[in-house]
């Protein structure tokens, strides 16, 4: 997750119009809209939740610059985690048990999309432009532990339980396991915001100017604050609303359900995908990463408990195994990310490697 550290510079003092004018305009299109709606409308409606996600996220930064660490860690973290589930929940709902792989299948494509396609953006276009970039080891390393320790534990260990037949974990292995994850998570933000600061601080200081912001005023936090609670709260309407022409369209494109999983995560990762590629242009690989492997963690070490949360007090059954195609992609990604960061430098070849392992998911998943 985004360190308030490395803030965008636009968030001095002013709020950018389109992060107040987008959860607005979502707002009215709830009010305005009829329970039958044709096609044109959901497009509105999906264009309409990539902005207010977008919106969410901006504010949600605005706040966390605001109140400072470790608590802004944890802000970013929330409001992000708070869309990504809404998001799993409402589909799940509308469902009911044929949407119990949906969890899984968002969180395992954000670990993908962003291990081989943002870092691997990240990698390429600054080896591009740089040839070698440099950043801390030991954050990355602390990063990848945690990260590959969750992603283990919530996606390939139930397909070995016996407890319950098939990928799934029983109630109580259920909760354990979000416990588990839940502590992990705290944990690596502990490290990050206070234990070990300097793990995920850029050694080159070159373009502070360009990094540090000025915290906003106490009137740009509270309005920042309001607006992030009205774009929360359209994110889930407007999601439960896409849900069934979400999957009409995936669907009737003969593709399997796997893939919306893929659409809810590239919505969700989106911004700090942006930033994190931003980043890797100026060279400041260490921001880009500290962005990338954050969101990650907060993917799978919030959504997780969240899901399993809401497993258990509405009954449904949540499926978390990842089949052996994938659980093959999983191991194949973090492996070659840790040996990618192994030299404490980067090129372009790693990020074409990674981004060539991407084409593989993205099309194994629409061709299976």
């Not at 396609?117 to 532990?145: D, M, N, P, T, W």
């Not at 309001?226 to 849900?243: E, W």
């Amino acid at each position: 997750m985004a360190h308030p550290k490395y803030l965008h510079p636009r968030l001095k003092i002013a709020l950018p119009l389109w992060t107040a004018i987008c959860p607005i305009i979502g707002l009215v299109l709830l009010l305005l809209l009829r329970e039958e709606h044709a096609g044109i409308v959901d497009a509105l409606m999906g264009i309409a939740l990539i902005s207010v996600v977008l919106s969410a996220v901006h504010h949600a930064e605005v706040v966390a610059h605001k109140v400072g660490e470790p608590y802004g860690t944890l802000i970013l973290a929330l409001a992000i985690t708070v869309i990504e589930v809404s998001l799993i929940v409402t589909i799940m709902l509308s469902e009911g048990e044929q949407g119990s792989t949906l969890a899984r299948d968002t969180v395992f494509a954000a670990i993908m999309l962003i291990l081989t396609g943002i870092i691997g953006l990240c990698l390429l276009l600054g080896g591009f432009r740089y040839k070698e970039q440099l950043f801390v080891k030991q954050g990355v390393s602390a990063s990848l532990v945690t990260l590959s320790a969750i992603s283990i534990l919530t996606l390939v260990l139930p397909n070995y339980t016996t407890s319950v037949l098939g990928p799934v974990y029983s109630t109580s292995q259920l909760l354990f396991v979000a416990l588990v994850s839940l502590v992990l998570y705290l944990s690596f933000v502990m490290i990050q915001a206070v234990r070990h600061r300097d793990y995920f601080l850029p050694e080159d200081n070159s373009g502070e100017e360009d990094i540090h912001a000025e915290p906003p005023s106490n009137l740009t936090a509270i309005t920042s604050l309001a607006l992030l609670l009205l774009a929360l709260a359209v994110v889930v309407i407007l999601s439960k609303k896409l849900s069934p022409a979400l999957e009409k369209i995936v669907l009737g494109l003969g593709a399997p359900k796997s893939l919306v999983g893929v659409i809810i995560a590239t919505v969700i990762l989106l911004p700090e995908g942006l930033a994190a590629i931003r980043a890797a242009r100026k060279n400041r690989l260490q921001t880009s990463l500290n962005l990338a492997l954050g969101s990650a963690l907060a993917s799978i070490g919030l959504t997780i408990p969240a899901v399993a949360v809401v497993g258990y007090f509405t009954g449904f059954t949540i499926t978390l195994g990842i089949d052996t195609k994938s659980t093959l992609l999983l191991v194949l990604s973090l492996f070659t990310i840790s040996i990618s960061f192994g030299a404490g430098r980067t090129n372009i070849l790693q990020g074409i490697v990674l981004l060539v392992i991407l084409a593989t998911y993205l099309f194994t998943t629409v061709v299976p």
